[in-house]
Nanobody, 127 residues
Framework: QVQLVESGGGSVQAGGTLRLSCAHSGVTIDRYDMGWFRQAPGKEREGVATINILRVTPYADSVKGRFTISQDSAKNTLYLQMNSLKPEDTAMYYC?????????????????????WGQGTQVTVSS
C-alpha cells in the first residue's frame, strides 16, 4: 500500500525559501518514479519536478535554477528545496509516485503518469 504525506508548506515573502518533504511508504525508487506537482486556484495541476532511478530530474521551466528535487532512500523521503520564491509559485503542492515511465515521457512532467498522490501542502508567497 502506497502512502505519501507532504509537509513543510507555509507562507513566505517573495525571495524566501521553503523545503517540502514527502514521507512515503510502499514506494521504492527502483520501481517507482516520484515527483512534485502543484495546482493554483482555477488552474490545472502542473508538474514541477520529477526523479527516477537514474536520478534524472526534469524541471518545469518556471522553476529551473530555483527548485531542487532530491530523494533520501534511507529515510523514505522525497524533498523539494524551493529558493527565490515568487508570488506565482503560490499553489497547493503535491507529492506523487507512479510506475517507471519510458524515457520519452520523462520531460513531460505529466500528472497522468502518476497513480499515487499525497494530500498536498499549501505554499503561499506574498509580494
Amino acid at each position: 500500500q502506497v502512502q505519501l504525506v507532504e509537509s513543510g508548506g507555509g507562507s513566505v515573502q517573495a525571495g524566501g525559501t521553503l523545503r517540502l518533504s514527502c514521507a512515503h511508504s510502499g514506494v521504492t525508487i527502483d520501481r517507482y518514479d516520484m515527483g512534485w506537482f502543484r495546482q493554483a486556484p482555477g488552474k490545472e495541476r502542473e508538474g514541477v519536478a520529477t526523479i527516477n532511478i537514474l536520478r534524472v530530474t526534469p524541471y518545469a521551466d518556471s522553476v529551473k535554477g530555483r527548485f531542487t528535487i532530491s530523494q533520501d532512500s534511507a529515510k523514505n523521503t522525497l524533498y523539494l528545496q524551493m529558493n527565490s520564491l515568487k508570488p506565482e509559485d503560490t499553489a497547493m503542492y503535491y507529492c506523487a509516485a507512479g510506475s517507471r515511465r519510458p524515457r520519452s515521457r520523462w520531460w513531460l512532467l505529466s500528472p497522468t503518469d502518476f497513480s499515487y498522490w499525497g494530500q498536498g501542502t499549501q505554499v503561499t508567497v506574498s509580494s
